[in-house]
């Protein structure tokens, strides 16, 4: 079994920041990528951020240059650095971790943009 714990979200004004944190805990070895999805009022799920087992990230278009996801050195942790924010990237923020062919899920946090 595989826990993922996300903190770190919040209401922030336009242009500010947010860092997420997740955490993994239970079987935890061999994550194949970890990251984050989001999803708004009313749409869907959508991949935010990724990161590989070896490094390599992947961004949504419509936050590169703005959001920079890493590991953490024990590996079972991911983090989403979140600058500029905007209105638009109000949503539930969730942690997502991959292994083989199984697919784990944080419960979400709350990211509020607004003045």
């Known amino acids: 079994q595989v826990q993922l714990e996300e903190s770190g979200g919040g209401l922030v004004e336009p242009g500010g920041s947010l860092r997420l944190s997740c955490a993994a805990s239970?079987?935890?070895?061999?994550?194949?990528?970890m990251g984050w999805y989001r999803q708004a009022p009313g749409k869907q799920r959508d991949l935010v951020a990724l990161?590989?087992?070896?490094?390599?990230?992947n961004y949504a278009d419509s936050v590169k240059g703005r959001f920079t996801t890493s590991r953490g050195n024990a590996k079972n942790t991911v983090y989403l650095q979140m600058n500029g924010l905007k209105p638009e990237d109000t949503a539930v923020y969730y942690c997502?971790?991959?292994?083989?062919?199984?697919?784990?899920w944080g419960k979400g946090t709350l990211v509020t943009v607004s003045r």
């Open positions: 997502y971790a991959l292994r083989a062919d199984n697919n784990y």
């Open positions: 990161i590989t087992s070896g490094g390599t990230t």
């Open positions: 239970g079987i935890i070895f061999n994550f194949n990528a």
